[in-house]
C-alpha cells in the first residue's frame, strides 16, 4: 500500500466554502475541544500514514476525543464515537444547533474568572444536556486545568479551575464551520467493541486509545468513570485482530512500550518521538509513540519519520 500526499492535500482543500454567520467567511476548522492525549501536533504527520485510497472508504474512530485526525482529513462518510456521552453529546449540539451553542458560549466567554468558572460547573453537573450544556462544556473544557476531563466516582466533573488569561474559546463561525464538517457524520455515544460490531470490510478505522503510563507515573486515562486498564489494551488487540480478519484497514497510536510492541507484533510498527506532559505539574518528558498499521507504509521509515517530525516541530 502506498501513500497519496495528493489525496492528503486535496481532503485537505475541502475545508473551504463553508457560510459563517452573517454572510462571514468560515477560517479554516480544526478541533474546537482540548483533549488529553489529543493529537492536534502530529495529524499532518499522521496523514501520511494514511492508505492511498482513504477517500473511498467509511472512516470509523471510536476514541473520538478531540478529532484532530477527522478534522485534518474530512472525510466523506464518517462514523465517530467515543465512551464519554458529555462529549458526544456537545458534538451533536454544535453539528445541530451551532448558533444557539455559540450564544451561550460568547456569554460564558465575557464573563470568565475562577468564581464564575466554578458557578458554571455546579450548573453543568446538575443539568441535563442541551445547547446550553453544550456551550457551558466547551467553556469548562477551555478554562479548566491542562483541558482534562475527569469525573469522580459519581460521574461529576471536578477539575479545577486552569487559570488561562486569554481562553482560545470558538467563535460562532468557528462552531458553524464545524457543525458544517460534522453534517453527514453519525455520532455514537458508545464503547469502542459496541460502535465496532458493525465495521465492515474495507472501512478504515483510526483508534487512539487511552495510553498506558510512562514509568509507572499518573496519566489521565479516566475520562470516564471507568478506567483504561492492562486488562483494556490486551482486549483492544483482540478486537483489533478481529478487525484484520474481517479485511477492515486501520491505523493506531498507542504509547512505544513493551507491552504495546508485544501485543501488535504482527503488524507494521513505526516509533514517533513525542513530548507528553506527564502528572498534574504539566512536566515535560521526551517520549515515543508507536504507530500501527495492517497495511504497508512504503515511504515511511524511523529515519523519514525523524526527519519530517524535526520539521514539523521546528
Not at 504497508?296 to 525523524?306: H, I, L, Q, Y
Request: proline residues 5%; positive net charge.
Amino acid at each position: 500500500m502506498t501513500l497519496s500526499k495528493r489525496g492528503h492535500d486535496e481532503m485537505l482543500d475541502r475545508q473551504g466554502d463553508l457560510d459563517g454567520l452573517n454572510g462571514n467567511a468560515v477560517p479554516k476548522i480544526g478541533p474546537f475541544l482540548r483533549w488529553a492525549g489529543g493529537k492536534r501536533q502530529l495529524r499532518k504527520i499522521l496523514l501520511n500514514f494514511l492508505p492511498e485510497d482513504i477517500g473511498q472508504r467509511t472512516y470509523r474512530e471510536p476514541f473520538l476525543g478531540g478529532g484532530s485526525l477527522f478534522f485534518a482529513l474530512r472525510p466523506k462518510t464518517a462514523i465517530l464515537s467515543d465512551a464519554n456521552k458529555h462529549l458526544i453529546r456537545c458534538y451533536e449540539f454544535v453539528r445541530d444547533e451551532p448558533g444557539l451553542v455559540a450564544r451561550y458560549l460568547q456569554t460564558h466567554a465575557s464573563k470568565d474568572g475562577e468564581a464564575y468558572y466554578y458557578r458554571v460547573r455546579e450548573e453543568y453537573n446538575r443539568s441535563e444536556f442541551s445547547a446550553a450544556q453544550a456551550a457551558r462544556f466547551i467553556y469548562l473544557n477551555k478554562t479548566c486545568f491542562n483541558g482534562i476531563f475527569r469525573v469522580n466516582a459519581q460521574g461529576k466533573f471536578n477539575v479545577p479551575y486552569g487559570r488561562k488569561e486569554s481562553p482560545a474559546i470558538p467563535s460562532d463561525n468557528d462552531l458553524v464551520g464545524i457543525a458544517g464538517m460534522l453534517k453527514n457524520t453519525s455520532l455514537k455515544a458508545s464503547s469502542y467493541e459496541k460502535a465496532l460490531e458493525d465495521a465492515s470490510e474495507g472501512d478504515f478505522i483510526y483508534l487512539d486509545p487511552p495510553y498506558p503510563p510512562l514509568n509507572g507515573t499518573a496519566y489521565f486515562t479516566h475520562y470516564t468513570i471507568d478506567r483504561f486498564s492492562v486488562q483494556d489494551q490486551t482486549k483492544l488487540a483482540d478486537c483489533v485482530n478481529d478487525l484484520d480478519r474481517g479485511r477492515c484497514l486501520f491505523m493506531i497510536s498507542n504509547a512505544d512500550t513493551p507491552l504495546i510492541r508485544r501485543l501488535y507484533k504482527k503488524y507494521e510498527l513505526v516509533s514517533l518521538p513525542v513530548i507528553r506532559y506527564l502528572t498534574c505539574k504539566s512536566i515535560r518528558h521526551k517520549a515515543k509513540e508507536l504507530i500501527i498499521t495492517n497495511y504497508e507504509v512504503k515511504d515511511e521509515t524511523p529515519a523519514t519519520v525523524n526527519s519530517r517530525f524535526k520539521k514539523h516541530d521546528s
